[in-house]
């Protein structure tokens, strides 16, 4: 199956997603590029050959700890995309252990492991509306001792999770978690103008459920994302949603 799946990969980032290039021969690696098919371009056509999505999974969970080759380790955050579209996060999180396993175990094919499976977790609890457990992930990825660390996507994802039912107050305690991060030296966890505007959406909610300071914490979060642009944050652009969202709240 995982030579199947390289036949057919029309992406390589996510092929390469743990560091893990110098464990790749260059015959693989031309492999790869010599077998892309463009005619082969959703992600449910990559997918589909996963028939027996748990098969597959179990196959890769009898894995020895250690012993996971690359092919295999390219092959998982593909089940997992999978596992994300029947709405399993709980055989995600199985395989994401799996990984980290091998981390743990020394195998020199996990240099580095991408949060990218986390995010998709993150994801698809949130979807489930298990915001407690969605949440508990981000978290743990900050007190993992460095085994995988959180990107923008994976607060955005636990993020828009708190928003989307409504509840600003979670929502916005991780943005605040974020600056506070980025102020303490993570470089990487700058939010960006979909942070904001997730925020400021779902104070738009709160604010037509009857939430008193609604308007009020709506537009002091507009005026902080103009205050960064103005200070030369191009990440953060106020746009259309930005004030419609607090036009809503007022």
């Known amino acids: ?27 693989m690696h031309t492999r790869l590029l010599q077998f892309r098919d463009p ?18 999974s179990d196959q890769i969970e009898s894995i020895p700890a250690g012993e996971m080759d690359i092919e295999t380790l390219e092959e998982i955050p593909f089940i997992v995309q999978a596992w994300s579209k029947q709405r399993d996060a709980t055989r995600i999180e199985r395989l994401i252990k799996r990984v980290v ?9 996990v240099a580095t492991i991408d949060p990218f499976m986390y995010n998709v977790a993150i994801t ?11 949440e508990e992930i981000l978290f ?4 993992d001792g460095g085994i995988v660390k959180p990107n923008v996507v994976s607060f955005n994802s636990c993020l828009n999770g708190w928003a989307r039912i409504g509840n600003a107050e979670r929502a916005e305690a991780l943005l605040t978690k974020m600056t506070d991060l980025r102020n303490s030296g993570w470089t990487n966890l700058n939010p960006d103008d979909r942070t904001y505007n997730a925020i400021l959406e779902s104070w738009a909610k709160a604010s037509r ?12 979060l507009l005026m902080r994302m103009i205050a960064n642009f103005d200070e ?15 036009l809503d709240a007022l």
């Open 124 to 134: 698809t609890w949130a979807q489930a509306g298990e915001m407690e457990r969605a």
């Open 1 to 27: 199956a995982a030579m199947m799946l390289m036949n057919l990969l029309g992406r390589a980032d996510i092929a390469y997603a743990f560091g893990g290039k110098s464990c790749a021969s260059n015959r």
């Open 101 to 109: 396993d091998e981390r743990i175990s020394g195998n020199n094919c």
């Open 39 to 56: 005619t082969v371009n959703t992600l449910s056509s990559r997918l589909s050959i996963y028939d027996d999505l748990e098969l597959a």
């Open 232 to 246: 030369g944050t191009t990440n953060i652009v106020p746009d259309a949603v930005s004030y419609t969202c607090v």
């Open 209 to 220: 459920k009857g939430h008193q300071d609604a308007a009020d914490r709506a537009e002091d």
């Open 140 to 143: 743990g990825m900050l007190e």
